[in-house]
């Protein structure tokens, strides 16, 4: 009993000892042009986090933020970590877990300086190095701040020189803590078609845990972003939250985990399943970074930072160019030969797109590409369809006045397939079972070498024999099964080192090819994070795009990427008109898979309208500020405008989302985003042929201040289901 209550008046004076700054304690603030992260060192070293938030104003006030907004004893002094590590005194979900050399589980990390430098232009690396008093093993965290855009990326380095290999059984990329009264986090979720669903759940005591053990096709059930709204529900214009996003392909883990003092602690990074990674000595381990920006004024602005952020640092030109195409996956599938495909080209054309996009089935000859069975590693022009090879297609479509792009799978293998023949060794597959597949194929082996020079090879073999080829749709159908790797020496690596393996060939692609356009697509949106993001300049959300399926997928998405890097295309999916697919599909990067000989007249000369008003205005979609108005969640009516930076342009989409009686906007929509000492005109966009609209009297000027204040009604009903209007400054 005596023994218990000295340990409780030990434990309780450590805690009231760490809980507040004292004489001597240093903070680092790693500061944005409106957030603040407060890394505070006590005496013995220990580096905690004191703040993450608004920036205060003044930086000598960091020093009185209480230790970890105390609401009962912190026992271990650790909750609020910088980086937790495992085994000693830690009591809850570790950021690290370790066995050293020698057998012991257990790691201690104390701070031993911090540096901090410019990074380029607005970018500032803060570099925090941490090691174990005991051990020689070292832990060195990254905090890259984006002023500007108030995005802070965030990772780690892991090294010793201890006598043997270590083995690092978790190794997160950030450790975050946050005290509020209450969390609520917004995760998606979905399938095939049905991606990026979010639930919004209040977080309490204890973990959540959003995790995929999928591998290649990671984000299927659940992609690695996700909102933590702080003390309310997320807002879109107000209340505090903070976006965040793993900058990885592959099995990742996001612990959300509310302490026994009630404060947020929040661990992102590789999945530790099955995934013990062995750390010889002097070699260094980085792990994945974590990305989240921090708003104090909604979801809204937290998207916004995220958008510009990417534009700006991480797509391949993300201020640059798109190019519009007609995909013929949906018009012709696995059926095509070069007399369908160059009339194709013609369609192409007359629409008035940039580039014709070959979809699957081109390749395979001992086991052609007639449907998904087969074929699958064999990238050689199948031909019975292509006599001509692709140089042929390139010319033939180039002549015709467009570009030529084509589909890659170049990660995966059929079991039918002479890839699979010459090369066993290079399929992920088990010894002593049978094969899985899923959408009956199988996985090669990226974390070989030779499997990665393959790859390379296919894509470089390509472009070498066609160097006007203008665009890769690179795909990714399978997730993995029959998890194990014939050549690599340590099984439990091959998860961490398919994705390694991925970008080592990425990499070399782009450091090549650094202009190619290269869409990221997953059997739909499986693979959608900033990681890949870094080598595609645009990504593929979904393979539903039902028009009005798309409204309420593209929304979700909206709060992390940006429209420029969003893939849109008008297909057949859905009951809606074409004008009305066609204005969704504006939201981002417009393209077509659609046969357009069978477009009637008028719907012909929608389309060809509405792609010359999209190359007129598409500026504005892709680099301005999205403002979304109204939410397809909550009412009739879907709305969202794109403002440019000069704020004198914006373009405005509205949708009706609900088929009930007199559904649509009945009151008038406040805008967003606009100046409010400016005058704007408003003009309809997309009318269709033979209808007229109202909304054409560019002598009338709205105040923004108008237009913010009490707002405007598109009309947005049952005849008019879908609406774009361009907001302009009148001068
Ligand atoms: C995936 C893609 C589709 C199409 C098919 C081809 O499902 O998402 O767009 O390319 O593969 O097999």
Not at 534 to 544: A, H, I, K
Request: some cysteine; overall charge neutral.
């Amino acid at each position: 009993m005596i023994r218990l209550f000295s340990l409780f008046l030990t434990l309780s004076c450590f805690s009231i000892l760490t809980a507040m700054s004292a004489p001597g304690d240093r903070h680092i603030a790693i500061e944005t042009r409106r957030t603040a992260l407060v890394i505070r060192v006590d005496k013995d070293q220990n580096p905690t986090i004191v703040h993450l938030g608004q920036r205060l104003t003044r930086p000598d006030e960091y020093a009185r933020i209480p230790g970890n907004s105390k609401r009962g004893e912190d026992y271990t002094g650790l909750y609020n970590s910088v980086y937790t590590p495992a085994g000693s005194r830690n009591l809850l979900e570790p950021a690290i877990q370790v066995t050293h050399a020698d057998g012991n589980p257990s790691l201690d990390l104390r701070y031993v300086r911090h540096e901090s430098k410019s990074a380029g232009d607005g970018v500032v690396l803060t570099t925090v190095y941490l090691k174990d008093p005991q051990y020689p093993f070292d832990v060195t965290l990254y905090y890259k701040t984006y002023q500007d855009d108030d995005v802070i990326e965030q990772w780690s380095t892991i090294r010793h020189t201890e006598k043997k290999n270590v083995t690092l059984h978790k190794y997160a990329s950030a450790n975050l803590y946050i005290p509020a009264q209450n969390y609520y986090l917004t995760h998606f979720h979905g399938d095939w078609a049905r991606e990026m669903n979010p639930s919004e759940v209040p977080l309490t005591e204890g973990l959540k845990v959003l995790d995929t053990k999928l591998g290649t096709r990671a984000d299927l059930f659940q992609p690695p972003s996700f909102l933590v709204a702080l003390n309310q529900p997320a807002q879109e214009d107000q209340g505090e939250v903070l976006a965040g996003t793993l900058a990885w392909s592959g099995n990742y883990q996001i612990a959300f985990e509310v302490d026994p003092l009630h404060n947020l602690r929040l661990m992102a990074g590789i999945n530790p399943y099955a995934s013990a990674y062995t750390l010889a000595p002097g070699k260094e381990f980085t792990t994945p970074a974590f990305l989240f920006t921090y708003s104090a004024t909604g979801k809204g602005t937290a998207s916004r930072s995220l958008h510009r952020w990417a534009r700006k640092f991480r797509i391949p030109q993300g201020q640059g160019n798109r190019l519009t195409l007609l995909n013929n996956w949906e018009a012709t599938y696995f059926d095509f030969n070069e007399e369908k495909l160059t009339a194709l080209f013609k369609d192409g054309r007359k629409l008035g797109v940039d580039l014709f996009l070959l979809d699957d089935g081109w390749f395979g000859n001992k086991y052609p590409r007639n449907d998904d069975r087969a074929g699958l590693g064999d990238w050689q022009e199948n031909v019975k369809k292509l006599p001509h090879g692709l140089g042929y297609l390139v010319n033939q479509a180039e002549s015709t006045g467009i570009k030529f792009g084509i589909w890659l799978e170049p990660e995966m293998v059929s079991p039918k397939s002479e890839l699979y023949e010459k090369h066993p060794d290079w399929v992920l597959k088990l010894p002593n079972r049978q094969e899985y597949y899923f959408r009956n194929q199988l996985v090669l082996d990226l974390s070989n070498p030779k499997v990665q020079d393959f790859v390379y090879g296919i894509v470089d073999d390509m472009m070498t024999k066609n160097p006007t080829l203008g665009y890769i749709k690179w795909d990714c159908n399978a997730v993995i099964y029959n998890a194990f790797s014939a050549t690599n020496p340590n099984p439990s690596h091959l998860y961490v080192e398919y994705v390694q393996g991925l970008y080592t060939v990425l990499d070399r692609l782009r450091v090549k090819y650094p202009k190619l356009p290269m869409m990221l697509c997953s059997g739909g949106g499986g693979r959608v994070d900033y990681g890949a993001l870094r080598y595609f300049t645009e990504f593929w959300p979904s393979d539903n795009t039902d028009g009005l399926e798309r409204i309420f997928i593209q929304w979700n998405y909206s709060n992390f990427f940006p429209a420029i890097a969003t893939c849109n295309h008008v297909t057949d999916w859905g009951k809606q008109p074409i004008k009305f697919r066609t204005d969704v599909a504006m939201m981002g990067k417009l393209g077509y898979d659609i046969v357009v000989s069978k477009l009637d007249e008028k719907e012909l000369q929608f389309s060809q309208e509405a792609l010359k008003t999209y190359e007129r205005v598409k500026e504005v979609i892709w680099q301005g500020d999205l403002y979304r108005l109204a939410s397809p969640y909550s009412g009739d009516v879907a709305s969202l405008m794109y403002v440019s930076e000069a704020r004198d342009r914006a373009i405005w989409f509205t949708y009706l989302t609900s088929s009930r009686y007199r559904a649509g906007s009945q009151a008038p929509i406040r805008l967003k985003g606009l100046d409010p000492a400016k005058n704007y005109t408003i003009r309809e966009l997309n009318v269709y042929p033979g209808t007229k609209s109202f909304i054409n009297d560019t002598s009338t000027t709205f105040s923004g201040n108008y237009l913010m204040t009490v707002g405007f009604n598109p009309n947005a009903d049952a005849n008019r289901t879908s609406v774009v209007l361009e907001v302009t400054e009148a001068k």
